[in-house]
């Protein structure tokens, strides 16, 4: 099994080769064999080193099942609900640890096996999530593998050779083993625009001065309607939003792209928190600017809320304990994240015995967990259309990314904002292509480029699209199956779709056809995202301040779909501060708003053809569609809803 992520052309290796490192022979001791995360790599281009020095330190995440899900499903249902007695009564981590964590006695026993061989337990609050740690000795030992160490494309790395195995009275309650192979391949859902067009762009911006042609906070605010508001006194004082990222933060960063704004911000708003030991040191490399883009776009849009930053390495138990310590810190009202992994590539290694079946259920513990607990949680749903595992397996089937399609976060799609409007103009400045070419807001989907071949300098039609592979993460899910509130809502499960696209039977490569008829097809049952969307096109996108970048800290022509969960996370700190309180798991309730006449929310659904994420469009006439869900939201009116739901007004 393997880790949070593998790069593409690893996964694609190893779909293509069907390669795998000769099992270990494991100990008669060994009772069950375990779910864990990133086991025997899938590939011959992987080198192995020799045995991890038996002294070497490492970090290991067991996760636990929940106690009684079908109860904690339907409460959660039941405090999104204004007619149930429950609604709004959240718990605290300590109630939810007692309704539905493993009993004391049960971790008690596993805690107990490890510190037998030496190893420290931390258990969380939430008693869902022990970490552990020790030497890769003391590991081998408990867990009857032998790690070794990897090394693929200048990363150094240890996994393990053999599946690992622990007594059937310690195993019965483990969901997951993360962290065994701490290899580090995640990416960011952060888009920028292709490097021709950033050579002909002057960046601007000095140490002071943010550059001209994006988006500003201020323009982003007005534009949904976010500014009334501010006018309001509502700045989301009193309020605590958190960001999950795997890449650490320059501190000096966000404050100087607020001032570089104008937006009063008390330099002591932002808290760094380090889970398993923190993601190492800021840099390019690791992601930092992804980080650096998450708080200062969060807290533009809330600039009276504190933020927590959990940084975290970049492992699958990284990853998850970040989220998992999050919700059981319980200090923030809102969460965001803006990291992903395609379905395909989970399905694919979960297939080969190289990932936990498991795996994707302890993000959706965690997620679940929070929405009992009252946290918003906004995930960023993808930047390459339809095709998310284009991004990290290389392939060419439609797929969705995770944790997005986890049926307890509000995932968040994009949209091209009006060239003529507000919108940073790079392709009518650099690329000549007229503001006519987007005339109102729709789907981020860049087959509205395609027929420029020639202002791209490219051979022909089809080579540019194949390059410009970037749109509105969406689509259904094949691992979690349609929620409740997504039950009656109209353009579920029937949609629209613009096949320029045809896979290979392969799914290696596709055909492309730039003049597609529409089809309708029915989805398979699965959970739809994207929830909501906000602009995400780099060509209207934004900039970024972060030291990673060099010296000019100022960088335009950034987008993708990570820009929208960190402003959702910044919208919900205004919410919240609306409501007097936590509003909680938002889907339920905008769901319910969607369907009113006076619905909060703008729908792409009345231009198919030209409103696409590269493959599924609006239906006329439906309230959500698999390129940008619900819409676009009126913040006023979306807060108004809130608060009414809650009694406010």
Same mark, same amino acid.
């Given at each position: 099994?393997?880790?949070?992520?593998?790069?593409?052309?690893?996964?694609?290796?190893?779909?293509?080769?069907?390669?795998?490192?000769?099992?270990?022979?494991?100990?008669?001791?060994?009772?069950?064999?375990?779910?864990?995360?990133?086991?025997?790599?899938?590939?011959?281009?992987?080198?192995?080193?020799?045995?991890?020095?038996?002294?070497?330190?490492?970090?290991?995440?067991?996760?636990?099942?929940?106690?009684?899900?079908?109860?904690?499903?339907?409460?959660?249902?039941?405090?999104?609900?204004?007619?149930?007695?429950?609604?709004?009564?959240?718990?605290?981590?300590?109630?939810?640890?007692?309704?539905?964590?493993?009993?004391?006695?049960?971790?008690?026993?596993? +805690?107990?096996?490890?510190? $037998? *061989? @030496? /190893?420290? !337990?931390?258990?969380?609050?939430?008693? #869902?999530?022990?970490?552990?740690? %020790?030497?890769?000795?003391?590991?081998?030992?408990?867990?009857?593998?032998?790690?070794?160490?990897?090394?693929?494309?200048?990363?150094?790395?240890?996994?393990?050779?053999?599946?690992?195995?622990?007594?059937?009275?310690?195993?019965?309650?483990?969901?997951?083993?993360?962290?065994?192979?701490?290899?580090?391949?995640?990416?960011?859902?952060?888009?920028?625009?292709?490097?021709?067009?950033?050579?002909?762009?002057?960046?601007?911006?000095?140490?002071?001065?943010?550059?001209?042609?994006?988006?500003?906070?201020?323009?982003?605010?007005?534009?949904?309607?976010?500014?009334?508001?501010?006018?309001?006194?509502?700045?989301?004082?009193?309020?605590?939003?958190?960001?999950?990222?795997?890449?650490?933060?320059?501190?000096?960063?966000? +404050?100087?792209?607020?001032? $570089? *704004? @104008? /937006?009063? !911000?008390?330099?002591?708003?932002?808290? #760094?928190?380090?889970?398993?030991? %923190?993601?190492?040191?800021?840099?390019?490399?690791?992601?930092?600017?992804?980080?650096?883009?998450?708080?200062?776009?969060?807290?533009?849009?809330?600039?009276?809320?504190?933020?927590?930053?959990?940084?975290?390495?970049?492992?699958?138990?990284?990853?998850?304990?970040?989220?998992?310590?999050?919700?059981?810190?319980?200090?923030?009202?809102?969460?965001?994240?803006?990291?992903?992994?395609?379905?395909?590539?989970?399905?694919?290694?979960?297939?080969?015995?190289?990932?936990?079946?498991?795996?994707?259920?302890?993000?959706?513990?965690?997620?679940?967990?929070?929405?009992?607990?009252?946290?918003?949680?906004?995930?960023?749903?993808?930047?390459?259309?339809?095709?998310?595992?284009?991004?990290?397996?290389?392939?060419?089937?439609?797929?969705?990314?995770?944790?997005?399609?986890?049926?307890?976060?509000?995932?968040?799609?994009?949209?091209?904002?009006?060239?003529?409007?507000?919108?940073?103009?790079?392709?009518?400045?650099?690329?000549?292509?007229?503001?006519?070419?987007?005339?109102?807001?729709?789907?981020?989907?860049?087959?509205?480029?395609?027929?420029?071949?020639?202002?791209?300098?490219?051979?022909?039609?089809?080579?540019?699209?194949?390059?410009?592979?970037?749109?509105?993460?969406?689509?259904?899910?094949?691992?979690?199956?349609?929620?409740?509130?997504?039950?009656?809502?109209?353009?579920?499960?029937?949609?629209?779709?613009?096949?320029?696209?045809?896979?290979?039977?392969?799914?290696?490569?596709?055909?492309?056809?730039?003049?597609?008829?529409?089809?309708?097809?029915?989805?398979?049952?699965?959970?739809?995202?994207?929830?909501?969307?906000?602009?995400?096109?780099?060509?209207?996108?934004?900039?970024?301040?972060?030291?990673?970048?060099?010296?000019?800290?100022?960088?335009?022509?950034?987008?993708?779909?990570?820009?929208?969960?960190?402003?959702?996370?910044?919208?919900?700190?205004?919410?919240?501060?609306?409501?007097?309180?936590?509003?909680?798991?938002?889907?339920?309730?905008?769901?319910?708003?969607?369907?009113?006449?006076?619905?909060?929310?703008?729908?792409?659904?009345?231009?198919?053809?030209?409103?696409?994420?590269?493959?599924?469009?609006?239906?006329?006439?439906?309230?959500?569609?698999?390129?940008?869900?619900?819409?676009?939201?009126?913040?006023?009116?979306?807060?108004?809803?809130?608060?009414?739901?809650?009694?406010?007004?």
């Amino acid at each position: 099994m393997r880790g949070l992520k593998i790069s593409g052309k690893l996964a694609l290796m190893a779909v293509m080769m069907g390669a795998v490192l000769p099992a270990l022979a494991t100990s008669a001791q060994a009772d069950t064999t375990l779910n864990q995360g990133m086991g025997p790599v899938g590939t011959q281009n992987v080198a192995v080193f020799g045995n991890t020095p038996v002294d070497t330190a490492v970090t290991v995440s067991i996760i636990l099942k929940i106690r009684n899900q079908n109860q904690l499903e339907q409460y959660i249902r039941d405090t999104t609900t204004p007619a149930s007695a429950q609604f709004h009564n959240f718990l605290s981590t300590s109630q939810f640890a007692q309704n539905y964590g493993p009993p004391d006695g049960t971790i008690e026993a596993i +805690v107990q096996y490890f510190q $037998g *061989y @030496g /190893i420290t !337990a931390q258990v969380d609050s939430n008693h #869902l999530d022990i970490t552990l740690n %020790g030497t890769a000795g003391q590991f081998n030992q408990a867990f009857r593998v032998q790690l070794l160490n990897m090394g693929y494309k200048g990363k150094q790395f240890h996994a393990p050779k053999g599946t690992p195995q622990v007594p059937d009275s310690v195993a019965g309650n483990i969901l997951a083993v993360l962290g065994l192979n701490n290899y580090s391949p995640f990416a960011s859902d952060a888009q920028r625009l292709p490097q021709f067009v950033l050579n002909k762009l002057q960046n601007g911006g000095n140490s002071n001065t943010p550059p001209g042609g994006v988006v500003t906070p201020q323009q982003f605010a007005a534009h949904y309607q976010i500014s009334p508001l501010y006018q309001q006194g509502d700045l989301g004082q009193g309020q605590t939003l958190g960001i999950v990222t795997l890449a650490s933060l320059v501190p000096t960063d966000p +404050v100087a792209f607020w001032h $570089g *704004y @104008g /937006i009063p !911000a008390s330099p002591n708003r932002v808290s #760094l928190i380090n889970v398993d030991g %923190g993601a190492g040191a800021p840099s390019a490399a690791t992601g930092s600017s992804e980080t650096a883009l998450d708080v200062e776009q969060s807290g533009a849009v809330a600039p009276g809320a504190k933020i927590v930053v959990y940084q975290a390495p970049n492992t699958d138990y990284g990853f998850v304990d970040a989220f998992f310590q999050a919700v059981s810190d319980n200090q923030v009202g809102s969460l965001s994240a803006s990291w992903g992994e395609s379905e395909s590539a989970i399905d694919y290694f979960v297939a080969n015995g190289e990932e936990s079946p498991g795996y994707a259920q302890a993000f959706n513990e965690a997620f679940m967990e929070a929405a009992a607990q009252g946290i918003s949680t906004f995930v960023s749903s993808g930047d390459t259309g339809a095709y998310a595992a284009f991004a990290d397996m290389g392939t060419t089937n439609l797929s969705v990314l995770n944790p997005a399609d986890s049926p307890y976060v509000t995932a968040v799609g994009g949209t091209t904002l009006p060239w003529s409007d507000v919108a940073g103009n790079f392709g009518n400045t650099i690329l000549g292509i007229p503001n006519t070419v987007v005339t109102k807001e729709r789907a981020w989907g860049w087959d509205y480029l395609w027929p420029y071949t020639q202002n791209f300098g490219a051979p022909n039609e089809t080579s540019l699209a194949e390059s410009l592979i970037g749109g509105s993460g969406g689509g259904y899910s094949t691992l979690f199956s349609q929620p409740f509130y997504q039950n009656g809502i109209s353009g579920i499960p029937r949609f629209n779709a613009v096949p320029y696209f045809t896979p290979t039977q392969d799914n290696t490569a596709w055909n492309f056809n730039p003049t597609p008829q529409g089809v309708s097809g029915t989805s398979n049952g699965g959970r739809g995202l994207p929830d909501l969307s906000l602009n995400a096109d780099p060509f209207t996108g934004y900039d970024i301040y972060s030291q990673v970048f060099g010296s000019t800290p100022w960088s335009a022509g950034w987008g993708g779909t990570s820009f929208g969960a960190p402003q959702f996370n910044g919208i919900a700190a205004l919410v919240n501060q609306q409501a007097g309180g936590r509003v909680g798991f938002w889907n339920p309730q905008i769901y319910h708003f969607a369907q009113q006449d006076n619905s909060p929310f703008t729908s792409m659904n009345t231009d198919g053809i030209s409103n696409d994420n590269l493959y599924y469009t609006g239906t006329p006439g439906a309230i959500w569609n698999p390129a940008t869900g619900l819409g676009y939201p009126d913040g006023v009116m979306l807060a108004q809803d809130f608060q009414h739901e809650h009694g406010v007004i």
